[in-house]
């Protein structure tokens, strides 16, 4: 366990995405990732308000929750402002759909609540005092941003100081190995303004499994079209990298890949799905796995 940037929250150093439950997840599978990860020592979830058809992840957690008692010890995280059914960050959309998380998660707080997406069509003031109250309420602890811009990220957190409003604390990215963007200006701001970095698509849509290394013999997983975008010469270059630094460990590409997010700057926890217990095996040892900086030099060169 490690405390997520300035906050009191107590959190595992792998974030359970929980985007598949009610999705390719049912919610018999979902309880059995959720007593796997829990059994292995974490407790920090990540879902969104949109997640398993516009709630069904969330009902699934707080059925989970209430089934095995755990609301105490697990930190919770969502989302509001994305999708079809509340978009946008207005006081008006914060407030209803932080009620509807609360009911589906059968809790009485929410730990990290997100703006899933930035807004530009509604002012940074209205969006950062209706997270305020929410704070002030108890019923949320912490705020954090995701999908945002440095520019807006830095206008929202001065926004923050000048008012004395809720800050955000944690930044939510696209960011993996063979993703980089983050690094240029966004990782510079997160470290000057004291916030820590929760990435998203930490397996590269799962090409950073190393499963999909073929356009010829995709296989049958849904995945697959999406992961093999990045099979070109960099991604030929990554994997062989991984495999290197894998075959040292004995341990998995997935490990290794999540492994090497975990390392970098500013990151608290990467955030990785499963839809089995199985799955989760390579994701739990990245947590254990600690790569020396040869291999962080050069897995980052060979993704360069």
Not at 73 to 99: C, F, W, Y
Not at 135 to 160: F, H, Q
Not at 166 to 195: G, T
Request: with cysteine.
């Amino acid at each position: 366990m490690t405390k997520l940037g300035s906050t009191e929250l107590d959190i595992h150093g792998l974030n359970l995405g929980c985007n598949v439950f009610g999705h390719t997840a049912d919610e018999q599978a979902s309880f059995a990732v959720l007593d796997a990860y829990t059994a292995a020592g974490g407790n920090f979830l990540d879902t969104a308000n949109t997640y398993g058809g516009g709630g069904g992840s969330e009902t699934i957690i707080g059925n989970w929750l209430a089934q095995r008692g755990r609301r105490d010890d697990i930190v919770i995280a969502t989302k509001v402002g994305m999708g079809d059914q509340r978009p946008g960050l207005s006081a008006k959309n914060i407030a209803a759909a932080a009620e509807e998380s609360l009911r589906r998660l059968r809790t009485d707080h929410i730990d990290l609540y997100y703006a899933h997406k930035d807004d530009p069509d509604t002012p940074l003031e209205e969006t950062l005092a209706a997270f305020d109250q929410l704070v002030r309420d108890g019923k949320v602890r912490y705020i954090a941003a995701s999908n945002y811009e440095p520019d807006r990220l830095a206008s929202a957190l001065s926004i923050s100081d000048q008012n004395g409003l809720a800050r955000y604390v944690a930044l939510q990215p696209h960011y993996n190995l063979v993703e980089r963007d983050y690094e240029r200006e966004l990782a510079p701001l997160v470290a000057r303004e004291n916030l820590v970095t929760l990435p998203y698509f930490g397996l590269a849509k799962g090409f950073l499994t190393g499963k999909y290394r073929s356009k010829d013999e995709p296989g049958d997983s849904p995945r697959a079209p999406r992961a093999l975008e990045y099979l070109d010469a960099r991604g030929e270059r990554v994997l062989a990298a991984l495999d290197e630094v894998a075959a040292a460990h004995q341990a998995s590409v997935a490990s290794v890949a999540l492994a090497w997010l975990r390392q970098q700057p500013t990151v608290a926890a990467p955030i990785a799905s499963a839809r089995t217990p199985e799955q989760l095996v390579d994701l739990l040892a990245s947590v254990e796995l600690t790569l020396t900086d040869a291999e962080l030099t050069a897995l980052g060169e060979a993704s360069s």
